[in-house]
Every structure is written in C-alpha cells, then in structure tokens.
C-alpha cells in the first residue's frame, strides 16, 4: 500500500523557515514527479512547486525565490525547503507522487 507521509510543518515568525519532508513508500520512487500542494482556509488546492524524475523543477510565482524543492531518491523523499515565510503561506502543505497518491498533509502556520 502506497503512503506519502509528511512532516515538519509548525508555527513559525514571519520571515522565518521550514524545512517540510515527505517520506513515500513506493515502489520506484525514483521515476515519480513529485509535488508540494498547500490549501488554505476557505481556498482552492494549489500546486506550490515540483520536481520531476530528471530533477527538473518548477514553483508558484508566489514562492519563487523563498521556496525549494529538492528529493533524496535514496531515502524516498522528497524536501521543500521554506525560506521568508510569510502570514499569506499559511496552509496545510501536501505531498503528490504522480497524479496517483497524496498525503495527509502537515500544517504550516506563519505568525507572530
């Protein structure tokens, strides 16, 4: 049974950081795009960044620059490093392998 589970979410100051990790037990992680997603209250689901198979990565526009996402296909993780928070990245933050397997989410809290 697949599972993406995530971890290191919290309360933090604005301009602070995060470092979110994802651990997925899944077979051939290796070749799985993985993506970060973050909902907030009241709003819609929305992709934060992703990294492909290759190491190809892309980000929201509104987290280019603070935002990083890298993956350790030896330990099956993916990270998103979280840098100048800000009150408006307040979230529940979710890992995607694929379109296929989400996880259950960790919430992020920025403020002070």
């Known amino acids: 049974q697949v599972q993406l589970v995530e971890s290191g979410g919290g309360l933090v100051q604005p301009g602070g950081s995060l470092r979110l990790s994802c651990v997925a037990s899944?077979?051939?992680?290796?070749?799985?795009?993985m993506g970060w997603f973050r909902q907030a209250p009241g709003k819609q689901r929305e992709l934060v960044a992703g990294?492909?198979?290759?190491?190809?990565?892309y980000y929201a526009a509104s987290v280019k620059g603070r935002f990083t996402i890298s993956r350790d296909n030896a330990k099956n993780t993916v990270y998103l490093q979280m840098n100048n928070l800000k009150p408006e990245d307040t979230a529940v933050y979710y890992c995607?392998?694929?379109?296929?397997?989400w996880g259950q989410g960790t919430q992020v809290t920025v403020s002070s």
């Open positions: 990294i492909t198979r290759t190491g190809s990565t």
């Open positions: 995607r392998a694929n379109n296929d397997y």
């Open positions: 899944i077979g051939s992680f290796s070749i799985y795009t």
